[in-house]
Nanobody, 121 residues
Framework: QVQLVESGGGLVQAGGSLRLSCAAS????????VGWFRQAPGKEREFVARIVWSIGSTDYANSVKGRFTISRDNAKNTVYLQMNSLKSEDTAVYYC??????????????WGQGTQVTVSS
């Protein structure tokens, strides 16, 4: 089992910044990839960013490229999402998820409880 707990959400004005954290316990993440997803009211959950833990390879949704940065801290077994230049359309509940490398197709089997991000204009 891998347990994931998100934190760092809150209320921020458009143009501001937030850093989200996803702390993992139960297992180290060296064999996993960790993704951030978000879901706004009335909308489908969407992909935001992903990092392959062992090599640091990253990927981003087009809507957040140049504004968001995903990173990890091995000692803390934690992944971060630095969000800059926030827009009102970034308002959503943000979830982190982990999946084992090598799965075909890619599947995220472990999910956190989510943290609310609200961007005011």
């Amino acid at each position: 089992q891998v347990q994931l707990v998100e934190s760092g959400g809150g209320l921020v004005q458009a143009g501001g910044s937030l850093r989200l954290s996803c702390a993992a316990s139960g297992r180290t993440l060296s064999s996993y990839r960790v993704g951030w997803f978000r879901q706004a009211p009335g909308k489908e959950r969407e992909f935001v960013a992903r990092i392959v833990w062992s090599i640091g390879s990253t990927d981003y949704a087009n809507s957040v490229k140049g504004r968001f940065t995903i990173s990890r801290d091995n000692a803390k077994n934690t992944v971060y999402l630095q969000m800059n230049s926030l827009k009102s359309e970034d308002t959503a509940v943000y979830y982190c998820a982990a999946g084992l490398n090598g799965l075909t197709p890619v599947r995220y089997g472990y999910w956190g409880q989510g943290t609310q991000v609200t961007v005011s204009s």
